[in-house]
């Protein structure tokens, strides 16, 4: 697996040619656009649905893969969305992590989200549902004991989880 790119943004992938090699899988990341998904940014002020952030951003991200798949004829099986997220406590991450996953989805591509029961950055812990952690629960973090805590899920953790149903039933 290849990461295509800086950060293995989309749009990095844009200058990138593959390899002559059938075995490659080439990866991308989906944190689009990266400063609304990213809390010490966006600070919850620009909630995903809004006019200044929809699905059309995450479709212009994948544009850049898109045209490159057809560019160099590589099969949608050899295109894996490698990390997807957006921090837990953003308004709207739930709308967010359906849509990129609706949209990965159709294209057929592979898919992983981040980070599942991280054990040492809450903001992609999505099974802590949407709250801030209190300065407690952020030591229980720095000691890496972060499964300790409390794990009451949410509408961010029920969207991967039916995603994920969805790739784990058998394809008829």
């Not at 400063?35 to 952030?53: C, D, F, K, L």
């Not at 990390?83 to 308004?91: A, K, L, M, S």
């Amino acid at each position: 697996m290849l990461d295509v790119g800086r950060d293995a943004a989309p749009q990095s992938i844009d200058g990138f040619e593959p390899f002559d090699d059938a075995g490659v899988l080439y990866a991308f990341h989906l944190y689009e656009p990266w400063e609304h998904v990213t809390w010490r940014v966006n600070q919850g002020r620009v909630p995903y649905g809004s006019q200044a952030w929809s699905r059309a951003d995450l479709e212009a991200a994948l544009a850049h893969v898109d045209r490159w798949r057809d560019k160099w004829g590589v099969p949608a099986s050899r295109i894996f969305a490698a990390e997807i997220g957006c921090d837990r406590r953003i308004p709207g991450v739930e709308a967010y992590l359906d849509d990129a996953l609706t949209l990965i989805e159709a294209r057929r591509y592979h898919w992983a989200f981040f980070g599942y029961r991280e054990d040492s950055w809450d903001a992609y812990d999505y099974e802590l549902g949407s709250r801030p952690l209190t300065e407690a629960e952020h030591e229980i973090y720095a000691r890496g004991r972060a499964l300790d805590l409390p794990r009451p899920g949410g509408a961010a953790f029920d969207v991967i989880q039916t995603h994920l149903s969805k790739v784990s039933a058998p394809r008829q």
